[in-house]
């Protein structure tokens, strides 16, 4: 069994910083792509910010120059770095893994999710 667990979630004001991170565990085989997807109330889940085992990242637009993603192969982990949040930023915000087990099987996992709230 494979889970994600998230942390470093929180209450921050307008122009603040929050660093997320999320960790993978379980029987692990290989760790494909990390990422992070957020839903705000009464939206749709949408994408944040990916990176591959090997490093590559990419970003939404609505984020591109103040958030920046990176993962620790050796813990399992990836994190998310935010600057200079803005209230639309408020959203929960979920850790995603496409993750191959020792079985071997091969699929998409997601985490329980973490609050991030901006005040004006």
């Known amino acids: 069994q494979v889970q994600l667990v998230e942390s470093g979630g929180g209450l921050v004001q307008a122009g603040g910083s929050l660093r997320l991170s999320c960790a993978a565990s379980?029987?692990?085989?290989?760790?494909?792509?990390m990422g992070w997807y957020r839903q705000a109330p009464g939206k749709q889940r949408e994408f944040v910010a990916a990176v591959a085992s090997a490093g590559s990242a990419n970003y939404a637009d609505s984020v591109k120059g103040r958030f920046t993603i990176s993962r620790d192969n050796a813990k399992n982990t990836v994190y998310l770095q935010m600057n200079s949040l803005k209230p639309e930023d408020t959203a929960v915000y979920y850790c995603?893994?496409?993750?191959?087990?020792?079985?071997?099987?091969?699929?998409?996992?997601w985490g329980q999710g973490t609050q991030v709230t901006v005040s004006s």
């Open positions: 995603n893994a496409i993750i191959t087990t020792n079985q071997p099987m091969s699929r998409n996992y």
């Open positions: 379980g029987s692990i085989f290989s760790i494909n792509r």
